[in-house]
């Protein structure tokens, strides 16, 4: 829908029922909202069908189930069906604070709900502090809690190179206490996140974009990919490889060959990582403008030809760039081999007078990380002086 959003939360009735229990909530044109596997309507207007619709029996098969006793103007959906533990919070609630604490300033004060320490519950929806844009959504979609008392790239679990990632489970116990590892918006199981945006004064097969990314959303590339889009590119397809089968043409399989690698030297990958990220998305920017103004000026004339050059048109970003990752995955092997890393020059690596790679440099880890080291180990790696 151009024109509106809603968000909607369901919930099947369980065993020995039929249906579901349902209430939908208009956001206005000037907020943003956002959803993370918990459910977030809380209060809602009774009255105000413009605004919120809901299952005529929401509130009635609460109380049936025992789930809600007091009156109807005080219902919370959420806390009704579906109250808060401390996963919760700390692993779904905390992605939508992160998101609003980027956008709104105000937001901050609910980091202690983010970490699961109150539960007293955030906004449905808030205001920004600006205007975003799809570009902004997309940096957010690739967010690991960077800057915020969440952000988990110092501890010892980050290993030498600064990761924002650990693998699972989200839990684990020692001396049967339990802990967690925290559950940001981007993450290495992403099979693939889109960002739909919605153009109301544009023809629909001209104004829907998903800027669609196959795997780890921070490590991505978001293609446009328009909603009149007829035939899916072979890097994308069905067949091409799968979870048991590795394919050089395959985005799933070039893409989560490149982030397995960045995972393991975050901190250095990272950065040769996110400059071709960054110059693909700006091309596909870039030439928006000049796409679209060919599109709708085909549009005029014959809305197949339109939706068919919208449709290569994104075909062949899909293809040149995954192309691009391949490429960058083949420069990360060679650049970072055996923990050295090659020198490079004007975007060439650097050779010695004899045509051989130059020596290359040996960084060896952070300060702070030898520091860990020895305070773990004591004396164990301590070169001592041997007295003849």
Avoid at 175 to 200: K, L, W
Avoid at 210 to 232: K, M, N, R
Avoid at 337 to 347: L, R
């Amino acid at each position: 829908d151009p024109n509106e959003v809603w968000m909607m939360e369901m919930i099947g009735k369980g065993a020995g029922n039929k249906g579901a229990v349902w209430v939908a909530i208009r956001i206005p044109d000037d907020c943003v909202s956002a959803h993370a596997n918990q459910a977030r309507i809380q209060q809602f207007p009774l009255n105000d069908p413009e605004n919120c619709i809901y299952s005529p029996d929401v509130i009635t098969f609460a109380r049936e189930k025992g789930y809600f006793t007091g009156d109807d103007a005080d219902f919370s959906f959420a806390k009704a069906y579906a109250p808060v533990d401390f996963g919760a919070l700390r692993f779904c609630e905390a992605r939508v604070w992160s998101f609003f604490n980027k956008v709104n300033s105000e937001m901050a004060q609910f980091i202690t709900y983010a970490q699961g320490k109150s539960t007293d519950p955030m906004p449905l929806y808030i205001k920004p502090d600006r205007k975003l844009s799809a570009q902004d959504i997309q940096e957010m979609m690739r967010d690991h809690y960077e800057g915020t008392e969440l952000d988990w790239r110092f501890d010892v679990g980050a290993g030498p190179f600064n990761s924002p990632y650990r693998w699972s489970p989200l839990t684990f116990e020692v001396d049967s206490v339990e802990y967690c590892n925290e559950r940001p918006i981007a993450t290495q199981q992403t099979g693939f996140s889109f960002v739909a945006q919605m153009r109301s004064w544009l023809p629909d097969p001209v104004g829907g974009i998903l800027w669609f990314g196959i795997d780890d959303a921070a490590q991505t590339v978001y293609y446009p990919i328009y909603s009149s889009h007829t035939e899916v590119p072979h890097e994308m397809a069905p067949g091409n490889g799968d979870l048991l089968n590795f394919s050089w043409t395959s985005a799933f399989w070039i893409h989560n060959w490149v982030s397995n690698m960045v995972y393991n030297r975050y901190s250095d990958m990272s950065v040769d990582m996110k400059k071709v990220q960054s110059t693909l998305e700006t091309q596909f920017r870039s030439s928006q403008p000049d796409v679209e103004k060919q599109a709708l000026a085909l549009y005029d004339k014959s809305q197949p030809e339109a939706i068919h050059y919208l449709t290569q048109y994104s075909n062949n970003l899909v293809k040149e760039g995954v192309a691009e990752w391949k490429k960058l995955g083949e420069y990360l092997m060679v650049k970072y081999i055996d923990g050295v890393i090659k020198k490079e020059e004007n975007g060439q690596f650097q050779r010695n007078e004899h045509g051989l790679p130059a020596f290359p440099t040996r960084p060896g880890y952070s300060n702070e990380y030898y520091r860990k080291i020895v305070d773990q180990t004591g004396d164990k790696y301590k070169v001592q002086p041997i007295e003849n």
